[in-house]
């Protein structure tokens, strides 16, 4: 009836037989609305919401504009957004603000998980506690990821924002999800029914055919919609690069389109990255899977990662739910990145590629009030993302 394993690639799968996918579509409705429940009654006490919030003496790391330190600042927060960022002015402080002594302290935006899997609504709760305060999921059962983004929306709870890239995928052995893209009438229908439900992107699985791929994008760019994703099997990547697809998901793809040299690897594969730069392709390494598993070639991914950030690739930090934000960013400042670069792939970078770079990802007036109050500065000692004392999400500010 139903079986669980996880494929070559560590992912999760769940197999049901088709007789019984009604009752499982049931069962998973139930199931939905007693998680986002008990997930709503338990967060309620994770953070306090405030209708202003000043935040006085602390030093702004400006990750939009080469990370100028912005010291003894002063910043107001009012119904969620950031109203002043400047010099300590105590007129400005509406009565009844939550005041927040930050001097000494160091502030960057919220950090932004872009490869995460929400099958349970508490990852979002032990994401924010880790100092994300946005995720992209990057698969997931609609009807679940529909409701969740919902709850999500209305922002009565302390709980990131939530973006969704929707899967499709074709037919094989290795098929993951229920959303097919195997002929025209359902890459139109499914990329539509995405749209509908709110998702921005497209995520493209490993059984996705170049011919329903070239299908996908077209679909895609009908509803203003990204494709992002996986490496199709069996293909090599200079055709969906040319193509449309945005992002990259997991470094291990290159693997075998790349030119080997105990040299100038860029200058070996200028060729593809040249394409990348000129196509505006993003990496979504997520180096957190390798590492914590043990994969004898990390070595090779991290020297990867390198050579595309050096070229201009920009880097987007994900987990897929290995191990934290943080540490993800730690691994891009060990293979070689500055501690600058490691934030903007958590912050303003993953922002400007889904569009939001207008409304979050940096510390500016008129954007939303998501920030992490450091007790050292990251960019002497990335380190200090392994201990937030305080993280403000929009009126929500948790206390660790």
């Known amino acids: 009836v139903f079986m669980t394993t996880n494929d070559t690639e560590g992912d999760k799968r769940a197999v049901v037989a088709d007789r019984y996918l009604p009752q499982f579509v049931t069962l998973n409705q139930q ?16 953070g306090k919401p405030y209708a202003a919030i000043a935040i006085l003496g602390g030093n702004i790391i400006d990750v939009a504009r080469g990370g100028e330190l912005q010291k003894n600042t002063m910043i107001l927060i009012i119904n969620g957004k950031i109203d002043y960022v400047g010099a300590i002015d105590r007129s400005l402080i509406p009565p009844a603000s939550l005041v927040i002594d930050a001097s000494n302290k ?19 709760r032990k994401s924010l506690l880790s100092g994300v305060t946005t995720v992209r999921d990057m698969g997931n059962e609609l009807d679940f990821l529909v409701q969740l983004k919902e709850m999500v929306g209305r922002k009565t709870i302390p709980t990131p924002n939530l973006y969704a890239a929707g899967l499709l995928d074709g037919r094989s052995s290795a098929t993951l999800g229920n959303m097919p893209a195997t002929n025209p009438a359902e890459i139109k229908a499914n990329v539509k029914r995405y749209h509908e439900a709110g998702f921005t992107q497209i995520k493209v699985y490993s059984s996705v055919s170049k011919k329903n791929f070239d299908l996908i994008v077209a679909e895609a760019k009908r509803y203003e919609m990204q494709v992002v994703g996986h490496l199709p099997t069996g293909y090599t ?20 389109n790349i030119k080997w040299s105990s040299g100038d690897l860029a200058a070996a594969n200028k060729t593809l990255l040249d394409n990348m730069v000129a196509k505006h392709t993003y990496l979504d390494p997520t180096l957190n899977v390798y590492r914590l598993t043990g994969d004898k070639k990390t070595g090779l991914y991290f020297r990867l990662v390198k050579m595309f950030a050096d070229y201009g690739i920009p880097i987007v930090a994900g987990t897929d739910n290995e191990g934290t934000v943080a540490e993800e960013i730690q691994s891009y400042v060990q293979l070689g990145l500055s501690p600058l670069e490691a934030i903007r792939s958590a912050t303003i970078v993953p922002a400007t590629l889904m569009g939001s770079a207008k409304d979050r990802g940096s510390i500016e007036k008129g954007k939303a009030g998501e920030l992490l109050i450091l007790e050292d500065n990251p960019l002497v000692d990335i380190g200090a993302l392994n201990k937030i004392p305080t993280i403000v999400l929009g009126k929500f500010v948790i206390h660790k």
């Open 31 to 46: 199931s939905t609305q007693y998680l986002l429940q008990a997930y709503k009654e338990s967060s309620s006490t994770v």
């Open 106 to 124: 160091f502030l960057i935006p919220g950090l932004w998980d872009m490869h995460a899997h929400v099958f349970h609504p508490s990852y979002l």
């Open 237 to 256: 990547l200079g055709y969906f690069i040319n193509n449309g697809l945005n992002s990259l998901s997991h470094v291990h793809y290159f693997m075998n």
